[in-house]
């Protein structure tokens, strides 16, 4: 008996990559309940783009610069979506806001990684922002991307201390350290159905407690 389709999955990227690199190194486990179907960046000198193309994984850079409007950009960035029979957007590092029309059209079945404990901290500089408040918690989120930029229902959140020596670099190594073990197990919950978007909420689907209780963690350094 062929065990069932797994959903497909476009990661969409705009430069280093590394959450990428998680969400693919996940789904070589034979469980992981996700096929990569392909990465897709919006530089096509994201250094991982060139990864995930040495991986021999499906890749696509294409440039926003050559588009002239956002609607025409996310018009071809839908073509190749559907063609490629995606299911799940995975925004993985993709630093370019999306038009209403094409969130709507995703609502569901785009979700985001963002390196603060979302709502605190949209936007950019998070973790020089998180020290010049002096937070003493940190952390990162993943959540289904709504038509405000880091906004939208919260699926997991990951919680990392803030030492007192630290530099935004040492933080951000700490939070993205974090986002790699957090994301691979969000995107599970999602692809697998066991957390769904309700309006603006989230409802979770025979999620047992085990796996609402991995959703948050603490991760020392
Ligand atoms: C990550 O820290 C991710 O959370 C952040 O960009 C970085 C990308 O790194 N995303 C956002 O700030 C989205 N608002 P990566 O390319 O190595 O995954």
């Given at each position: 008996?062929?065990?069932?389709?797994?959903?497909?999955?476009?990661?969409l990227?705009?430069?280093?990559?590394?959450?990428?690199?998680?969400?693919?190194?996940?789904?070589?486990?034979?469980?992981?309940?996700?096929?990569?179907?392909?990465?897709?960046?919006?530089?096509?000198?994201?250094?991982?783009?060139?990864?995930?193309?040495?991986?021999?994984?499906?890749?696509?850079?294409?440039?926003?610069?050559?588009?002239?409007?956002?609607e025409?950009?996310?018009?071809?960035?839908?073509?190749?979506?559907?063609?490629?029979?995606?299911?799940?957007?995975?925004?993985?590092?993709?630093?370019?806001?999306?038009?209403?029309?094409?969130?709507a059209?995703?609502?569901?079945?785009?979700?985001?990684?963002?390196?603060s404990?979302?709502?605190?901290?949209?936007?950019?500089?998070?973790?020089?922002?998180?020290?010049?408040?002096?937070?003493?918690?940190?952390?990162?989120?993943?959540?289904?991307?709504?038509?405000?930029?880091?906004?939208?229902?919260?699926?997991?959140?990951?919680?990392?201390?803030?030492?007192?020596?630290?530099?935004?670099?040492?933080?951000?190594?700490?939070?993205?350290?974090?986002?790699?073990?957090l994301?691979?197990?969000?995107?599970?919950?999602?692809?697998?159905?066991?957390?769904?978007?309700?309006?603006?909420?989230?409802?979770?689907?025979?999620?047992?407690?085990?796996?609402?209780?991995?959703?948050?963690?603490?991760?020392?350094?």
């Amino acid at each position: 008996m062929t065990a069932p389709a797994k959903p497909r999955i476009a990661i969409l990227i705009s430069g280093r990559g590394s959450n990428m690199q998680a969400l693919v190194e996940a789904a070589r486990a034979p469980d992981y309940p996700v096929e990569i179907a392909l990465v897709i960046a919006n530089r096509p000198d994201a250094p991982g783009l060139a990864w995930a193309k040495a991986q021999g994984l499906s890749v696509l850079g294409f440039d926003h610069k050559h588009y002239e409007s956002r609607e025409h950009f996310e018009g071809q960035l839908q073509n190749v979506l559907e063609l490629s029979r995606v299911d799940i957007v995975a925004l993985a590092g993709f630093m370019r806001l999306m038009t209403a029309s094409f969130v709507a059209r995703w609502y569901g079945r785009m979700i985001n990684i963002h390196p603060s404990l979302l709502p605190v901290f949209k936007g950019l500089k998070t973790h020089e922002r998180a020290l010049e408040a002096g937070v003493r918690i940190a952390g990162c989120t993943v959540h289904f991307v709504s038509a405000e930029m880091d906004a939208g229902p919260i699926i997991g959140q990951a919680a990392v201390p803030v030492l007192a020596s630290d530099t935004a670099a040492t933080l951000a190594a700490r939070v993205l350290a974090a986002e790699h073990v957090l994301y691979p197990q969000m995107l599970a919950l999602v692809a697998t159905g066991k957390v769904r978007v309700d309006g603006d909420k989230i409802q979770w689907q025979d999620a047992g407690i085990t796996e609402i209780n991995q959703s948050t963690m603490l991760v020392s350094p």
